[in-house]
């Protein structure tokens, strides 16, 4: 009775009291020592769809397989605690300002999510979402300094952010983003929704392969709304599964406007979210809306993130392999910021990966980053795969991306996202004007493409 009282049954890790009466004795040994603390809370992110795909048993089980890593990576047991539901405690010293939360957090918990967990068979891939809260600069009292982590964690979670701290709670804007909400709900049906193209470019020949559908929301009070404020409250709220259909629909309507004004039939990529994979009619939905042309005419493709592909691998891989036989393309977006290994390559029904647009911006003055984009289109080469480098903005980039023989771009540089009666014209423009690709200096020596640039020359075998 004694131990339960004090330590969660499951994990063995101390219950909120408990943990609240050791950090106030850390929190005093550190204001002697002038030692800065920082609490963070942690929680695993789609715990119930886990319990409700495999039972209670395997979210059980992946709950105890978390608690004994950071029993491994803690040895001081009074570091860490379990609050329920999923919900960690740790509390690390000597990083108590707001410029050390990355390191914070990448040394805390991320290390605890690199090797995947595997119970009964399954391979799970559990993300997190962290609250931070400093000592003392956001409370000086234990229970005060848990009590606004977990409100940085909640703020986290309503803004779909991967940790947040506490010190920005209090500058969001709560009633501003509760009247968004609230107008978002009635968007569909006032048919304030539409989308904008970015085109996709062949890095070789210059050439327009294909465009990105990219959701906007013209609001009737603020009008457009940046997608990052309002894609997070359809995800909360599930309104992201009929949007997504519209999209996917809007998209079929803009095509066939295209083709019937003299263009020729573009492929254009939809991003499919997590809620829309999920669905157990999502397969038979999107072929029911191609069914008049058929994929091949139709022109589609769809664009899933990596941690889309974790929450359920197996049944994932099903329904992309039903859609890639029909006819569409498959693309991972964001490629590099998730947890994609060489075994899970070699098993996806994809077509394209997409690398995330974090390492171009970096890619021409940042080695290791060049070095990291280079293996990523090596890897994909290796798969039958294409690349298509995102948020391309300078020439520079450019001539770096073609040294590493990238397949395809999208970026500021060629075109930013326009509306959809303005595609015509900005293909028009981009194959009427001087590609910026013309401008590179490239010689073929025998089996070697050599690009010089002043004091440098890269050599890369074909």
């Known amino acids: 009775m004694h131990f339960l009282s004090h ?26 020592e002038l030692v800065g603390r920082t609490v963070v809370v ?14 209670r048993y395997v979210g059980d089980s992946l709950i105890e397989k978390i608690a004994a890593r950071l029993k491994q990576t803690y040895a001081d047991s009074d ?19 707001d410029s050390d939360t990355g390191l914070v957090l990448q040394s805390a918990a991320a ?5 995947p967990f595997f119970i009964d068979g399954q391979e799970l891939r559990p993300a997190i979402r962290s609250g931070v809260a400093f000592f003392p600069h956001d409370a ?24 947040m701290m506490y010190g920005l709670v209090t500058q969001r804007p709560t009633s501003r983003s509760l009247a968004l909400e609230a107008r978002l709900t009635r968007a569909l049906d006032r048919e304030e929704f539409l989308l904008h193209y970015q085109p996709k470019i062949d890095i070789k020949s210059g050439k327009i392969k294909g465009l990105e559908a990219l959701l906007r929301w013209r609001d009737s ?9 309002f894609i997070p409250l359809l995800e909360q709220s599930g309104a992201i599964v009929d949007v997504g259909e519209w999209v996917f ?31 157990r009619d999502f397969v038979d939905r999107v072929l029911a809306g191609i069914t008049p042309a058929g994929a091949q005419f139709a022109g589609l493709d769809i664009e899933i993130t990596e941690s889309m592909l974790m929450q359920d691998l197996d049944l994932s891989i099903r329904k992309l392999t039903q859609l890639r036989e029909a006819g569409l393309g498959v693309a991972i977006d964001d490629f590099g910021t998730g947890y994609s290994s060489l075994r899970l390559l070699a098993r996806l029904p994809v077509d394209t990966l997409k690398i995330d647009r974090s390492f171009i911006q970096s890619i021409a003055d940042t080695p290791n980053v060049a070095t990291l984009v280079s293996t990523v289109v090596s890897l994909a080469r290796a798969f039958n ?7 391309v903005e300078t020439s520079e980039q450019l001539q770096k991306l073609r040294i590493m023989m990238c397949d395809q771009a999208q970026g500021y540089l060629f075109s930013r996202p326009v509306p959809a009666s303005d595609v015509p014209s900005a293909i028009a423009r981009l194959e009427n004007s001087p590609t910026p690709l013309a401008k590179l200096p490239f010689s073929i020596d025998h089996a070697k493409l050599v690009h010089r640039l002043p004091g440098m020359t890269y050599a890369i075998s074909t």
């Open 111 to 115: 290390p605890l999510f690199v090797e």
């Open 221 to 229: 009070k603020d009008g457009l709304v940046a997608p990052s404020q």
């Open 249 to 279: 629909l809007q998209a079929l309507r803009d095509i066939r406007n295209w083709t019937a004004s003299g263009l020729p039939t573009i492929r254009v990529a939809v991003n499919v979210s997590t809620l829309q994979l999920r669905r």
């Open 79 to 97: 570091c860490v605690g379990y609050f329920g539901g999923g919900t960690f405690v740790i509390t690390v010293a000597n990083c108590g300002n």
């Open 385 to 391: 795969m294409k690349t298509v480098a995102e948020g």
């Open 7 to 32: 330590f969660d049954r499951l994990t063995g890790l101390a219950k909120r009291p408990l943990f609240c009466q050791r950090l106030t004795q850390m929190l005093a040994q550190d204001a002697d």
């Open 42 to 55: 942690f929680d695993v992110q789609k715990l119930g769809a886990i319990n409700d795909s495999f039972g």
């Open 140 to 163: 000086k009292m234990a229970d005060v300094l848990v009590q606004n982590a977990e409100a940085a964690l909640k703020a986290a979670r309503e803004d779909n952010e991967k940790y």
